[in-house]
T-cell receptor
């Protein structure tokens, strides 16, 4: 069966520090991968998605970047965090983009202080 | 920008009652999906309804889709305290390759 791992679960980082959040999927090949951010009490904002290794599409210009160094690994990064980067970050995968369900990780709660 | 908008924003009911949540969207879609999120956790997929379907059932869940009105509803029958969660609709844009989520409905089921 397929599983998705996302870590860390919580993170507190000072303004200006770097960020690296990792997500890995097991039990499937060539998944579509997504990073979403959820502000408190709000819906999900799509940040990045990837349909293959090295292929990254950015939805919102911002202080973050994403990379897919391996088929089932998706990394969210920042060189210098801003206060506004605080939020709940969710990684997800799907078999076929847009027409099949998304499977989410348990999320990372990021607080930038 | 958000494609789906849920209504109401929050709903509080007694255990055993039915809960109905609505979702409206703006552009043509291939399918519409409903998800559930328990506090502090990731989202869990509930049901997917395609644009050529009008109604779909899964256990105590019933989803309807009206493409002429660009709206969908999620009905949870005989609610339980464990149904307390946030519920989101998500749509894909026609020929698109990503899901866009609404702001969600917070459901509280009181026992």
């Amino acid at each position: 069966s397929q599983t998705i791992h996302q870590w860390p679960a919580t993170l507190v980082q000072p303004v200006g520090s770097p960020l690296s959040l990792e997500c890995t999927v097991e039990g499937t090949s060539n998944p579509n991968l997504y990073w979403y951010r959820q502000a408190a009490g709000r819906g999900l904002q799509l940040l990045f998605y990837s349909v293959g290794i090295g292929q990254i599409s950015s939805e919102v210009p911002q202080n973050l970047s994403a990379s897919r160094p391996q088929d089932r690994q998706f990394i969210l990064s920042s060189k210098k965090l801003l206060l506004s980067d605080s939020g709940f970050y969710l990684c997800a995968w799907s078999v076929r983009a847009g027409v099949s369900p998304l499977h989410f990780g348990n999320g990372t709660r990021l607080t930038v202080t | 920008s958000q494609q789906g908008e849920e209504d109401p924003q929050a709903l509080s009911i007694q255990e055993g009652e039915n809960a109905t949540m609505n979702c409206s969207y703006k552009t043509s879609i291939n399918n519409l999906q409903w998800y559930r999120q328990n506090s502090g956790r990731g989202l869990v997929h509930l049901i997917l309804i395609r644009s050529n379907e009008r109604e779909k059932h899964s256990g105590r869940l019933r989803v309807t889709l009206d493409t002429s009105k660009k709206s969908s509803s999620l009905l949870i029958t005989a609610s339980r305290a464990a149904d307390t969660a946030s519920y989101f609709c998500a749509t894909d844009r026609e020929y698109g390759n990503k899901l866009v989520f609404g702001a969600g409905t917070i459901l509280r089921v009181k026992s």
